[in-house]
């Protein structure tokens, strides 16, 4: 979890502002609608650590979590297929892979979780 917390606080620093020829910027890490959907995955893996008594809502949570890193991704990938070409060093950075990293450990999380889940009910039923 706090692997996810990392990645998409880190993607907030190293995704790139984009722009087109006239100079104009198209996609800016400091827009509202990035930087809502980061602090929104912030929020959410934040929120399901400290609920860890609450296995259910911590794998809600983890899953409107990833739901959200989908939707960053796509804009993220939107934004970098209308980039205009490329150049000897490339400006589309490698913040768009971050989303998936975040993923993968929120998959991993929610696995984790089910297996605690598992085990609570198989010891429960014993008593």
Same mark, same amino acid.
């Given at each position: 979890?706090?692997?996810?917390?990392?990645?998409?606080?880190?993607?907030? /620093?190293?995704?790139?502002?984009?722009?087109?020829?006239?100079?104009?910027?198209? /996609?800016?890490?400091?827009?509202?609608?990035?930087l809502a959907m980061m602090a929104g995955i912030v929020l959410l893996t934040f929120i399901a650590i400290l609920n860890y008594n609450k296995?259910?809502?911590?794998?809600?949570?983890?899953?409107?979590?990833?739901?959200?890193?989908?939707?960053?991704?796509?804009? /993220?990938?939107?934004?970098?297929?209308?980039?205009?070409?490329?150049?000897?060093?490339?400006?589309?950075?490698?913040?768009?892979?971050?989303?998936?990293?975040?993923?993968?450990?929120?998959?991993?999380?929610?696995?984790?979780?089910?297996?605690?889940?598992?085990?609570?009910?198989?010891?429960?039923?014993?008593?």
């Amino acid at each position: 979890m706090i692997a996810a917390i990392l990645s998409t606080a880190a993607l907030y /620093f190293w995704f790139p502002d984009f722009g087109d020829e006239e100079g104009s910027t198209l /996609f800016d890490k400091n827009g509202a609608g990035a930087l809502a959907m980061m602090a929104g995955i912030v929020l959410l893996t934040f929120i399901a650590i400290l609920n860890y008594n609450k296995r259910q809502l911590q794998f809600v949570l983890n899953r409107l979590s990833i739901l959200l890193n989908f939707v960053l991704l796509g804009v /993220f990938v939107y934004r970098s297929l209308n980039l205009p070409g490329e150049t000897l060093v490339s400006e589309k950075g490698i913040g768009m892979l971050l989303p998936v990293i975040s993923i993968v450990f929120l998959v991993l999380a929610n696995k984790a979780i089910k297996r605690d889940e598992d085990l609570v009910k198989s010891v429960d039923r014993l008593r």
